[in-house]
């Protein structure tokens, strides 16, 4: 069964936008909502890197959402635990940001991840 699962990708123009989706299937919401949420992204050459990640609601640390500089001001991510969704909204997108970006669960220090969906940036 697979357990998360990423949508929204495509081909899209430098400065446009895409909306990432990832659904977490297989668990209930009371797991979802304990989760740790991420979007990472990884290009050729590179290694995979975290973009956003977001903390659950019952976690102590305050600050819950954190950006890699380099998307601070153009991309947002977002939960909805009622859907075992997550979201990452990705505005002014530029030819770096081309990757493949894989949703991430994390709880009790173990990783799930999705299979990734292809975001390339390019005229």
């Known amino acids: 069964q697979v357990q998360l699962v990423e949508s929204g990708g495509g081909l899209v123009q430098p400065g446009g936008s895409l909306t990432l989706s990832c659904k977490a299937s297989?668990?209930?919401?009371?797991?979802?909502?304990?989760?740790?949420m991420a979007w990472y992204r990884q290009s050729p050459g590179k290694q995979r890197e975290l973009v956003a990640s977001s903390l659950s609601d019952k976690s102590p640390i305050e600050k819950k959402i954190d950006y890699i500089d380099s998307v601070k001001g153009r991309f947002t991510i977002s939960r909805d635990n009622a859907k075992n969704m997550l979201y990452l909204q990705m505005n002014n997108l530029r030819p770096e940001d081309t990757a493949v970006y894989y949703c991430?669960?994390?709880?009790?220090?173990?990783?799930?991840w999705g299979r990734g969906t292809q975001v390339t940036v390019s005229s």
């Open positions: 991430n669960r994390e709880i009790m220090s173990r990783h799930f």
């Open positions: 297989g668990i209930s919401e009371g797991i979802f909502i304990i989760s740790t």
